[in-house]
């Protein structure tokens, strides 16, 4: 019989809430998803860097939850490699999103896309692993999509980014995992944000359609939840991640997509 009483932690386990005692760095914090999961890291007690090249926002952000801010564009290599030193928590989110066929896409946004979304990545978890090897403890929390798992027409650099960020994140976690370092990937669907939003007025143009029919006949024509996926949401998920209680977690990929990659 367990006399444990309801609600209580599993003796075995760590505070799984807390992240106090935790830096954490989060790119791409001055709205959306990043926003969303730098409140949440706060609000679970971590120190929290939040980094964007939009200096107002981020600069918000950082007023509201108690944060220290980073203005950075994560084009500069050099200077997104110093965002991971002394991180505990990584949570590689900043994107950026440009829709058209492959024979017209542009050549030079094709490679900021892979520059923002899979290099700046790669750097920044590169300066954080020597640190938390020697910490013995690490969780990488990069935001890949449902475009990580599946193509989309029109979005050959964002594929291209999504997927190879999964193959990152799968590397670093077999490598990391003899060190008490995780790697896990978080792939949510259609997610309410600015990035979205953009899309929404593309989308509308390329397929010639009213914006308001876009959602959910273009967007969620695949998806069975009729609905966009809200920031918080994503957030409470990688949060999880982050915890201390997730030590076996790693490798993974989390879809968020209401059912999108399920058939």
């Given at each position: 019989m367990n006399d444990r009483p309801a609600g209580s932690p599993n003796p075995g386990l760590p505070d799984a809430h807390s992240l106090a005692g935790?830096?954490?760095?989060?790119?791409?914090?001055?709205?959306?998803?990043?926003?969303?999961?730098?409140?949440?890291?706060?609000?679970?007690?971590?120190?929290?860097?939040?980094?964007?090249?939009?200096?107002?926002?981020?600069?918000?952000?950082?007023?509201?939850?108690g944060a220290e801010a980073r203005i950075a564009d994560l084009e500069d290599l050099d200077a997104a490699a110093q965002l991971g030193e002394g991180a505990d928590i990584l949570v590689n989110n900043a994107g950026l999103q440009h829709v058209a066929p492959v024979h017209q896409f542009p050549p030079e946004m094709f490679t900021k896309i892979l520059?923002?979304?899979?290099?700046?990545?790669?750097?920044?978890?590169?300066?954080?692993?020597?640190?938390?090897?020697?910490?013995?403890?690490?969780?990488?929390?990069?935001?890949?999509?449902?475009?990580?798992?599946?193509?989309?027409?029109?979005?050959?650099?964002?594929?291209?980014?999504?997927?190879?960020?999964?193959g990152l994140s799968k590397t670093i976690a077999v490598e990391a995992a003899g060190y008490g370092v995780t790697s896990n990937c978080v792939c949510p669907g259609f997610v309410?944000?600015?990035?979205?939003?953009?899309?929404?007025?593309?989308?509308?143009?390329?397929?010639?359609?009213?914006?308001?029919?876009?959602?959910e006949d273009v967007l969620l024509s695949r998806t069975p939840v009729k609905r966009l996926v809200e920031p918080a949401e994503?957030?409470?998920?990688?949060?999880?991640?982050?915890?201390?209680?997730t030590a076996s977690v790693t490798g993974a990929s989390f879809p968020m997509d209401g059912g999108w990659t399920a058939h």
């Amino acid at each position: 019989m367990n006399d444990r009483p309801a609600g209580s932690p599993n003796p075995g386990l760590p505070d799984a809430h807390s992240l106090a005692g935790k830096r954490a760095v989060v790119t791409g914090a001055a709205s959306g998803i990043g926003s969303a999961a730098a409140r949440r890291l706060a609000g679970a007690g971590a120190t929290v860097v939040v980094v964007d090249r939009e200096a107002d926002a981020v600069q918000r952000v950082a007023e509201e939850i108690g944060a220290e801010a980073r203005i950075a564009d994560l084009e500069d290599l050099d200077a997104a490699a110093q965002l991971g030193e002394g991180a505990d928590i990584l949570v590689n989110n900043a994107g950026l999103q440009h829709v058209a066929p492959v024979h017209q896409f542009p050549p030079e946004m094709f490679t900021k896309i892979l520059k923002v979304m899979l290099e700046a990545p790669f750097r920044i978890t590169r300066a954080a692993l020597p640190g938390m090897y020697e910490r013995g403890w690490g969780r990488v929390v990069n935001i890949s999509s449902v475009h990580g798992l599946r193509a989309s027409p029109y979005k050959s650099a964002y594929v291209a980014a999504k997927h190879g960020l999964e193959g990152l994140s799968k590397t670093i976690a077999v490598e990391a995992a003899g060190y008490g370092v995780t790697s896990n990937c978080v792939c949510p669907g259609f997610v309410r944000t600015p990035l979205v939003e953009k899309q929404v007025a593309e989308q509308a143009e390329l397929h010639r359609v009213p914006e308001e029919q876009v959602v959910e006949d273009v967007l969620l024509s695949r998806t069975p939840v009729k609905r966009l996926v809200e920031p918080a949401e994503v957030a409470e998920l990688v949060h999880w991640l982050c915890g201390p209680a997730t030590a076996s977690v790693t490798g993974a990929s989390f879809p968020m997509d209401g059912g999108w990659t399920a058939h």
